[in-house]
């Protein structure tokens, strides 16, 4: 399976914004950004773009923009708009989330009662809370007209080196607590927080 590493490039903090290198084998393959700003109506937008290198673009070109609406006090979605390109394969998606919880898309409404999450806003999720070794943490992921269930258990103290520096961070693994496939080709996740008041993902591992 493919392991796509993505580390710490540079971080600015107000307003929030990281930079990361997309890495393949030890090899820079492109970039990701992840920004965040409030909007006049008091909701959190969080805007992820992950893009190749103009040498990969020659091969297989990616270009995923996601635009999280988030609650600003626990991160659940609002509304949440995919525009993926990889390859040959492209899909966009809308979605968003009523007073009810219903999610309601272009063309049908699916019944909920669950706060959810995309992967994104449970990494800013988990930024807020109190990351102690054996916590865990429990989230609805709202994927295309689905649900899964996922957790992210606490795991230790690393020491992790990234083109930003060295970081002492918290190992974080979510995983599914029902056995479901929550990653692509049923893959896994693992993210590292800085440990420190700001717990900024420094680095984010994907197999």
């Not at 890495?23 to 008091?42: E, P, R």
């Not at 525009?83 to 009810?100: C, F, L, P």
Request: aromatic share 10%; hydrophobic share 40%.
């Amino acid at each position: 399976m493919k392991k796509i590493i993505i580390t710490l490039f540079l971080s600015f903090l107000f307003p929030e914004e990281f930079i990361y290198s997309l890495g393949f084998k030890f090899i820079n393959v492109g970039q990701a950004t992840i920004s965040s700003h409030i909007n006049s109506d008091n909701e959190l937008i969080i805007n992820t773009l992950v893009a190749s290198n103009k040498f990969l673009d020659k091969l297989y070109k990616v270009r995923d923009e996601i635009k999280l609406t988030v609650n600003p006090e626990d991160f659940s979605l609002q509304k949440i708009e995919k525009d993926v390109h990889e390859g040959n394969w492209k899909r966009n998606y809308t979605a968003e989330i009523d007073s009810s919880l219903n999610i309601i898309t272009k063309d049908k409404i699916i019944e909920n009662n669950k706060l959810l999450f995309d992967p994104i806003s449970v990494i800013y999720n988990l930024r807020k809370q109190n990351l102690i070794t054996g916590n865990k943490y429990e989230y609805h992921i709202l994927g295309i007209d689905e649900i899964k269930s996922l957790v992210a258990e606490v795991k230790n103290i690393e020491q992790i080196k990234v083109p930003a520096g060295k970081y002492n961070c918290i190992k974080v693994v979510p995983y599914s607590n029902n056995g479901e496939n929550i990653f692509k080709e049923n893959g896994y996740m693992t993210a590292w927080f800085s440990n420190d008041d700001h717990q900024i993902p420094v680095k984010i591992e994907l197999k």
